[in-house]
């Protein structure tokens, strides 16, 4: 993530506190320290603290609370007041370690202040047990102020969190820190879609606010507003006995609206009352860059909150239905939605059809979806990954690998924070992990993360590493003097994770090596040894495929082939992408349409097919269209790349959020999962026909033609915009509906 300020100095002081010890637990500045990142000590009104020092980062390091385990247990949460003198004009960032920031460093818990008011306040921080962990070697956890300019703090009181008050603070204190630092850049912004005019029955043209009911995949923005049928519509629910659905509707405001809220009642139906979770949000409207403009987005998807709303104006309300297996048993089911606002309140009928379903889970379909992450994730997101139909996770060897030392002749390995988080992600279901031992080619040989680390651990300087794979003689293959290392560190990575129980792993030596092709070498002038992309790009991949699969037999090699284009280029003549076919075991594309045969050649080598996108895909991109290809995995750029909440700076790939309490949403990441249960259904359909011996495969190439007939203009450039979008978002429930039809039919037996 873009820092705010630089970080100049680090002091890390310790507090001495019995590990146990019983909360709330009082930390006073005098126990901060008076060297390097704090200032001397200091009294004023009563008061003594010491300066957290602008531009620094001022870490206390506190001995562990919560007994002898390097994380607290399991859902504990609690909250660090922070007794502080605002006087830092942008808010303080706070961090602690939690064993999962690149490179196993810190995760921040919130920001406070930034008004610059010279006030005292108390600022409360929440903490949660899967974003704290003891550093290895370390029995005290570190807690970590940033600011730009010098912040006073008194004290820190650790107590635990009292729920749901500590979340809807915190939740709050979010939206409004990220509304102060977009003020500045707010007037300037523009709708991301043109201005609706209204179509308002005359039974709502006197009322103060008109609801009204859109598809969830039909986003709104401040701007819309009710459209000819919607306003007083019903919210209508398909879905089967296991699976999460999303339903919206909006509130256009006709009056200034305080505080519009809502709630669900029960659903009730001849079968009785419906088994089920609903799970409330309200969208909140943040700033987003498209282009060179900044655009009011329906960023994140917050548990439902209090909004308020101008007068020519809407909010958006989602709630994702879960059922829960057999309990929820087939049938229609009806209910009230209540939107209260100002002492006003009106209804909006919800109708939930519960059909005779019960659809294969991803594993069960054979199927796996991952996204790229910075660091690592939390429990908590992976747990909500698991309700989104991730299986899988993709890691970056440049930010998560094993610590490594010298050990004479051998690279020694150690798991500390591996072997904890490893150990999280198979408990929240995920199966396989994706990782990525290099970069991107334009940066050759600044790429080969993990060769890099090794030379400069085992053989040299980093730089003495880049001057020699970028030179004429060695570019285009692994090393010789670091060969070896390369095979043991798979080796002992992989017989590591066998024992300990890991997900799979699959490895890739770098990322997208068809750019091998270009023309020109296309060189990241940001890296000052770049040399770019040329046929040294594809030698060195092979290279190291070969090194993997003869250093760790059985173990998936795996190639991001973003082109397939034919060229004639280099000395060659042909297809740029396939041609890494023989050295890979799963080859996933973005680049289908330059080859609709691509899949078929993957599948007749006996490799599997899988194919990515970013997170504009969404439904119809990892559903439909990747179905119709029959690929069997996608990963998604990016899952959390990029800033903390304001995201008007910068590069920002990412459909969530980690959080102490739950994870934050987007629409994005629930029309992802929402593509991912139209797999499903294609998947649960094709299970179903061959149990009952029956063919089914008209209807999936009917399904299959009108998905390709379907797309939209998204996906030609496969670089900056390599998602697939419908033209036609409704054909997708029609396409579900055909398959639940034809499965609720194969079932009957």
């Given at each position: 993530m873009p820092r705010l300020f630089s970080s100049a100095v680090v002091l890390m002081l310790a507090v001495q506190v019995v590990a146990g010890a019983e909360l709330p637990l009082v930390v006073d500045a005098a126990q901060f320290g008076s060297a390097g990142g704090f200032g001397p000590s200091a009294t004023e009104q009563g008061r003594t603290y010491r300066c957290a020092r602008g531009g620094q980062t001022a870490v206390v390091r506190i001995a562990n609370w919560w007994g002898g385990t390097p994380r607290p247990p399991r859902d504990a949460r609690y909250v660090i007041a922070v007794d502080y003198r605002d006087t830092s004009p942008a808010p303080v960032i706070v961090e602690a370690s939690s064993g999962l920031g690149r490179y196993f460093g810190r995760t921040e818990l919130h920001r406070f202040g930034g008004e610059n008011d010279g006030r005292w306040k108390t600022a409360q921080v929440p903490a949660s047990w899967d974003l704290?962990?003891?550093?290895?070697?370390?029995?005290?956890?570190?807690?970590a102020f940033r600011a730009p300019a010098d912040v006073p703090i008194e004290r820190l009181t650790i107590r635990r969190a009292v729920l749901p008050d500590d979340q809807s603070r915190w939740e709050a204190e979010s939206r409004a820190w990220v509304a102060r630092v977009q003020s500045g850049k707010a007037a300037s912004a523009k709708h991301a879609a043109g201005d609706q005019t209204p179509d308002i029955p005359s039974a709502w043209k006197d009322k103060p606010f008109v609801p009204y009911v859109r598809a969830y995949y039909d986003w709104i923005y401040p701007n819309s507003a009710p459209q000819k049928g919607e306003a007083g519509a019903a919210i209508y629910v398909r879905m089967a006995r296991n699976e999460f659905e999303p339903a919206a509707f909006a509130v256009w405001a006709q009056r200034d609206l305080p505080a519009v809220e809502y709630s669900v009642s029960e659903l009730v139906g001849p079968a009785g009352r419906l088994q089920c979770e609903v799970r409330r949000y309200t969208a909140e409207y943040a700033l987003e860059r498209r282009g060179n403009?900044?655009?009011w987005m329906p960023q994140r998807l917050w548990p439902a909150y209090p909004v308020n709303v101008a007068r020519g104006r809407s909010a958006w309300f989602y709630?994702?239905?879960r059922t829960l297996g057999e309990a929820s048993r087939p049938g229609r089911y009806e209910g009230t939605v209540t939107i209260k606002a100002g002492g006003t309140q009106e209804h909006l009928p919800i109708v939930v059809e519960v059909l005779p379903i019960t659809l294969l889970d991803m594993d069960q379909a054979g199927l796996r979806m991952g996204g790229c992450v910075t660091g690592?994730?939390?429990?908590?997101?992976?747990?909500?990954?698991?309700?989104?139909?991730?299986?899988m996770v993709n890691l970056w060897v440049a930010g998560v690998q094993p610590g490594m030392k010298k050990a004479g002749t051998r690279v020694e390995l150690d798991f500390y924070y591996l072997d904890d988080w490893m150990k999280l992600a198979r408990e929240n279901g995920i199966g396989a992990i994706v990782w990525f031992l290099g970069g991107n080619p334009n940066g050759y040989p600044h790429t080969l993360s993990l060769e890099r680390d090794l030379y400069a651990l085992m053989c040299g300087s980093t730089e003495?590493?880049?001057?020699?794979?970028?030179?004429?003689?060695f570019r285009g293959k692994v090393l010789p003097e670091i060969r070896g290392y390369y095979a043991q560190w798979l080796k002992d990575v992989v017989a590591h994770a066998k024992a300990n129980n890991w997900p799979e792993l699959i490895f890739t030596p770098f990322d997208e090596p068809a750019k091998w092709a270009y023309p020109e070498p296309r060189a990241d002038r940001s890296y000052k040894f770049a040399i770019g992309c040329g046929p040294w790009i594809r030698d060195h991949f092979k290279d190291a495929c070969a090194l993997i699969h003869e250093a760790v037999p059985g173990t998936k090699v795996y190639i991001s082939m973003h082109r397939n284009f034919h060229r004639k280029v280099h000395g060659y003549d042909g297809r740029v992408g396939e041609i890494f076919i023989p050295d890979c075991d799963i080859i996933c594309?973005?680049?289908?349409?330059?080859?609709?045969?691509?899949?078929?050649?993957?599948?007749?080598?006996?490799?599997?097919?899988w194919q990515y996108s970013g997170v504009n895909s969404r439904r119809y991109g990892y559903g439909f269209y990747f179905g119709a290809w029959d690929s069997r995995g996608s990963l998604c750029w990016a899952y959390n790349w990029g800033a903390r909440f304001d995201i008007t700076e910068g590069s920002n790939w990412q459909y969530a959020w980690q959080s102490p309490f739950e994870t934050i949403l987007t629409p994005a990441y629930e029309e992802i999962r929402e593509g991912?249960?139209?797999?499903?259904?294609?998947?649960?359909?094709?299970?179903?026909?061959?149990?009952?011996?029956?063919?089914?495969?008209?209807?999936l190439e009917q399904i299959r033609k009108e998905t390709l007939e379907n797309r939209g203009a998204g996906g030609r450039d496969l670089v900056n915009d390599f998602w697939e979008t419908g033209r036609s978002a409704s054909k997708m429930d029609q396409w579900r509906d055909m398959l639940a039809r034809a499965i609720v039919e194969l079932s009957r037996r």
């Open positions: 704290l962990m003891l550093p290895k070697n370390s029995t005290e956890v570190e807690i403009e900044l655009v709630m994702s239905i690592l994730c939390s429990a908590t997101e992976m747990a909500t990954m698991r309700e989104h139909n991730h299986n003495a590493f880049f001057r020699k794979a970028g030179s004429p003689e594309t973005n680049a289908i349409e330059e080859d609709h045969d691509l899949g078929n050649k993957v599948r007749r080598a006996g490799k599997i097919f991912w249960d139209d797999r499903r259904y294609i998947e649960t359909a094709r299970a179903a026909a061959k149990a009952a011996g029956r063919d089914i495969s008209a209807l």
